[in-house]
């Protein structure tokens, strides 16, 4: 077998997607074409371990479905959209005439649409944040995944921190809340093994029997959006058999008698019938946890994605003050730790670029909505939206409610453009593509959510094609539009040393871009005594900002919008977790990664389900309700719940068997905190449709 040389030094990276690991990347170049792309060894949180999917990069990144010339659309918009190639300046120059026209007549009329395609600081939101806050454009509220455990986080602890990630490999006892970590965070399941593997119990609490729910020693199958009523009942348990840290609640928290008047109106009966578990489960549950004091809780997003999401957040993250599991370095609980890094926003992304205006919000959640608006309805607080530039995100496959999106989107007089590696769903409504780079061909900073160390990127090959990066593309649009500022020719390692330049003056900026990677001094135990980022610097049960805007200050049980049940219209309750081998809409267009998920969209419905309504292995189905229907292939499984049924996605809509996917059932309804997306809050009902599908 023929071997190609690796005749140059590995290039260091840092893995730029929505995943808590934020893993550092070596990549083998030869002849400036990327050979391989693999785990920093020498990155103590990589370990030099990458997932299935990032471990087939280089794939992607020379796809032969990769977008690498400017592209102007011809024709009608929509799947079936056509396009023709078109040089750079001219693209440039025609997009840059548009958005002239429609801001003079009021810049509050172009919109920008990105999230998280990259978490990097300088390919995310700098060069564009200062085009578009020049230009006046409405501003983004961008609440898609995770901003109603994000203000949770803030109402209780100050902040989005928590525990030390590696701690948890010295857990006596592990809760997995709303978390399939072998699939969605493979970093920290190797810490929670290794504590396992040193005698630590292993609890995931979860609607769905997945993957980690397998290799863990319970798995508790609540019902969706009922965590509040669990955690209260927990605590609860805990007054009642005198388990709590009554020094630590004196000390370090605000408002317990509050909370724990509210907590005993939870028996065991109740918190059963709203849960969905047995009374025994719960009991043993809360004598797991009121036993074991170096207890740790690795919650993840999932669990927010209803209307009481951000309640439930702040519920769970109380337990950890009421037994006092702050105390250790290996008790408490982590959401996310993105609160810990001091990026200097302000210089990426220059607010000052402003002067002074205060242009409308839109919230990415609703897009749909907003898309629908008649121009006749256009008032300050919702603007009519005749331009919309989307980068690092795929609108119409991953916001809910895409009936209403993919109308809104292919209004023919509503201008679009798309930055993009791939014509995805987005793409297809696009006037213009402009191909974008990957993370292999362009320069980046990184933070992490899930650990606390920043990571450089730097490019590992020259742009594939005509490809160009998000930062380079804004310079050019802010050049065509006549943006004088000088911060508009700032290169891409001028913004990579300015995201900490200032507010971590100890990093070394040369140490960075020589190990890859820096570590941010936290203390083991951060909250042994108390010093929670709140106003008080307690851990608050009771939130007096709350208080001031006249909403509940306690965390509380909010039921779903959609409580199915079994003589309802709609009796199943659905949640769309991601596939193990997606990251939302990113890889589903990868050979390797397609041909491992099935290579086709399915539901995953009970036996019990699947009987009372007609359904084998063989059944395609069609899973609808009063927004919209999807078809896809049954699969029958114990992994759910009666009652429940499971799509895991996010296929593209193109890829669905009737040109939908999972989001044209979900709701654009809010969560309680945040003005999140509901996505896992979502009744249906579900009918055969065909044996086979030629």
Known sequence: MNMIEIKSNPVIGACPHDCPDTCSLLTDVHDNKAIKVRGNPDHPQ???ILCNKVSKYTERTYSDHRITQPLKRIGPKGPNSRFEPISWDKAIGEIAQKLRAVAAEDPSHILPYSYAGTMGKVQGESMSSRFFNQLGATQLERTICSSAGTQALMYSMGGKVGMKVEQFANSKLIIIWGSNSITSN???WRYANQAKVKGA????????????????DVHLS????????LVFAVIRELVLNNAIDQDYIDKYTVGWELLKERAMHWTL?????VCGLTIQEISEFAKDYSSIKTAAIRLNYGL????GGGNAVRAIVSLPAVIGAWRYPCGGALLANSGRFPTDLQALQRPELLQGRTPPTVNMSTIGKVLNIKSHEHCFKTPFIKAMIVYNSNPVAVAPDSKQVTKGFAREDLFTVVLEHFQTDTADYADYILPATTQLEHWDIHSSYGHTDVLINKPAIAAVGECKPNTQIFRELAYAMGFEDLCFKEDDLTLCKQAFEKTLPQMSFDRLLEK????LEVSDAPYANGGFHTPSSRFEFFCEKLASLG??????YIPNYEQPHLDAKYPLAMISPPARNFLNSTFVNINAIHKSSDNQPYIEIHPKDAQERGIDEESYLEVFNDRGSYHCKAVITERTKPGLIVGLGIWWRKQGLNGTNINELTSQSLTDYGNGPTFYDCAVQVRPLLKAIT
């Open 304 to 307: 927010q994605r209803s209307k």
């Open 269 to 273: 009966e109740r918190a059963s019938q």
């Open 551 to 556: 909403e509940d200050p306690l965390p509380n």
């Open 46 to 48: 990589t370990a030099g």
């Open 222 to 229: 609540i019902n969706p959006g009922t965590d509040a009523a």
């Open 186 to 188: 493979l970093h920290f």
């Open 201 to 216: 119990k292993l609890i995931c609490i979860d609607p769905r029997r997945t993957e980690t729910a397998e290799k863990c």
């Open 516 to 519: 890859g990677y820096y570590e």
